[in-house]
DNA sequence: TTGCCGACATACCGATGAGTATGTAACCTC
DNA sequence: GAGGTTACATACTCATCGGTATGTCGGCAA
């Protein structure tokens, strides 16, 4: 009867289903979820409503599909990165330039996704979405855990500064997620400007984080 | 006829609005300003609607109050250390330790401001609300540069890497700032619990900023 | 004591917007 | 080429919520 019961973009419309999650981040990503009327998606679409429910069966999971895309996203970019080789310092370096990168290329979805489940949707729609609330949220912590093991090592090895890894790890993401507040990308936007914002906040963040040499 | 045009706490039911004022932000920090419905404020408060809208005109200006309290208690204390006597790197970190402090003392204020004049608002009632908006703007503005002077001082004074004042400032407030994503007071929280995790960002971000010792 | 006013509560209105029911044109299949 | 299905658009319903209009009650001044 319907495409999937599931927000998987299985098969059926994948590419449309793509099309409206895009355009649905550009909304989301400027006034939030619950200022963002379907009408508003669909004009942005250059369509209407029916469109979009004909795909989706709620707001809520049409922004749900929004967090899926951008850790689905992350999760295959970063993963490899810390499972490959060098120290836990080189791996850390990378992963952090990759998240740094991935987050202004692809603005709009992972401003949504790092915004995260705003507190209205766990209180109001948990029960009926209980299973994607539960996958998103796991999604989330198995993201963070990969940084937090690969800091997690490099204490081990003496090279980061001696913290509580589940510590130590907010304030790393923080210098870097933080850019989803205060970047606004302009016309125009050249990238060797994204690729000296990402290289500035992994030096930021890789610093606060390495041991310091004054002993 | 009515109370104060403005948003000041000017004179009568300055106390009253205060009350108004926590409890709004409260639910603010919860819900979002769109997802907030100001019947919800009143139950918090215990009251109903006709007790808000006796002191104030708008949600808009009673959200825009929240920041406006927000922004004054930072202002108020950070500035005097930025004024103060140390160096650069001494002031700073003084300056973060406090800030942090603020922010996990007064979570509900502090993480609506900080979360900041969310978009919905700028389009939406710009027109009706432009003076209380750009004052707000202002108050921003003028406390970030409270902190880019400081860093320009000690960057000029090579203490801190070497980078652009404006840029340095963002993941340095990102690492703090970032607190108010994760950061959930448990029941119970021990006043030593806060004060380790402001040391702790505090740290980070100095780290982060401060000239490497390796050569 | 009377009359006014501040401090609310109650009752109501109108707009917005999520979700649904229904239409409909193209396309695919046999 | 008839019947079904896909991919939408259109038209409507209904609940929510911001804001307003009005009522009420206690205190305070004359």
Redesign the pocket.
Known sequence: MD?DSSSLKTG??SE?RDEIVRAAAEVFMEFGFA??????V?ERL??????I??YY????ELYFDVQIAAMERLLREIEPIARGEGNAAERLEAMALRHTTILLEDLPIQKVAVRGLERELLGA?AARHAKTLRSIVRMRDDYEQIFAEVIDDGIRAGLFADLPPRLATKPFFGAMNWLTVWYAPRRLQKPEDIAEIARTLTEFAMRGILKGAQP
């Open positions: 495409i059926t419309g449309a200022a963002t009327s379907i009408d508003a669909a250059g369509a209407t409503k029916g469109r429910y004909h069966r709620s707001k809520a729609v």
